[in-house]
């Protein structure tokens, strides 16, 4: 009989032993990591998100406004533009992942024509036929060379319904502008310029 106890009293020990070991292992464990959803990155930026800009805003103050729009586009890879308002004007941010992540602004601060470039209809013709990025034409004190052209797929609000448009793409000399001229059918040439940001200088809060 005592034998017997002794027994019992030496299973309940190891298993009240092995119980401890477990709960001091559980407390030694390092907290498994929490996500930050006070700050997304800005590929995830979705309508109704505040973005910050550090400098990237009128006289190099921060751009701070809130996603309205966003907009998918396709040519081959894809990437999106987050739109707002800023100053009383509508302003845009493209997001691209290609092979690595890379924002754009347009501040929409001036109205740009063909014309204003120097360039003709014939001249972005006989660019898209050659595709010779050795062509370039000065502006705004700048040199711009042609990067590409191409028909680009955009999606309105991200949805299924596809409307195509031609853009020819110019890169300012050793500065970090970008120069697009777009053609929609029906409609004239129309000239949007951007920036490059940082991508670290870039903060997502949900809205």
């Given at each position: 009989?005592?034998?017997?106890?002794?027994?019992v009293?030496?299973v309940?020990?190891?298993?009240?032993?092995?119980?401890y070991?477990?709960?001091?292992?559980?407390?030694?464990?390092?907290?498994?990591?929490?996500?930050?959803?006070?700050?997304?990155?800005?590929?995830?930026?979705?309508?109704?998100?505040?973005?910050?800009?550090?400098?990237?805003?009128?006289?190099?103050?921060?751009?701070?406004?809130?996603?309205?729009?966003?907009?998918?586009?396709?040519?081959?890879?894809?990437?999106?533009?987050?739109?707002?308002?800023?100053?009383?004007?509508?302003?845009?941010?493209?997001?691209?992942?290609?092979?690595?992540?890379?924002?754009t602004?347009?501040?929409?601060?001036?109205?740009?024509?063909?014309?204003?470039?120097?360039?003709?209809?014939?001249?972005?013709?006989?660019?898209?036929?050659?595709?010779?990025?050795?062509?370039?034409?000065?502006?705004?004190?700048?040199?711009?060379r042609?990067?590409?052209?191409?028909?680009?797929?955009y999606?309105k609000?991200?949805?299924a319904?596809?409307?195509?448009?031609?853009?020819?793409?110019?890169?300012?000399q050793?500065?970090?502008?970008?120069l697009?001229?777009?053609?929609?059918?029906?409609?004239?040439?129309?000239?949007?310029l951007?920036?490059?940001?940082?991508?670290?200088?870039?903060?997502?809060?949900?809205?």
């Amino acid at each position: 009989m005592i034998w017997f106890l002794l027994a019992v009293l030496i299973v309940v020990f190891i298993i009240l032993f092995a119980i401890y070991m477990r709960k001091d292992k559980d407390r030694t464990r390092p907290p498994a990591p929490v996500e930050n959803l006070a700050e997304l990155s800005v590929a995830a930026a979705a309508v109704g998100d505040n973005i910050s800009i550090r400098g990237a805003g009128d006289d190099y103050a921060d751009l701070d406004f809130t996603v309205d729009r966003k907009n998918r586009y396709d040519s081959g890879h894809e990437w999106f533009e987050l739109s707002g308002r800023y100053n009383g004007r509508r302003i845009y941010v493209e997001v691209s992942e290609d092979d690595e992540l890379e924002v754009t602004v347009d501040l929409g601060r001036v109205e740009i024509a063909l014309g204003d470039l120097g360039l003709s209809e014939d001249d972005l013709i006989r660019m898209d036929e050659t595709q010779d990025q050795s062509e370039s034409f000065d502006y705004d004190g700048s040199t711009w060379r042609y990067k590409s052209s191409r028909e680009i797929g955009y999606f309105k609000d991200d949805e299924a319904e596809r409307e195509g448009y031609y853009s020819w793409d110019f890169q300012e000399q050793d500065g970090e502008r970008i120069l697009s001229v777009e053609k929609w059918e029906g409609e004239p040439f129309d000239v949007c310029l951007a920036r490059r940001v940082n991508p670290d200088d870039v903060q997502v809060f949900p809205g």
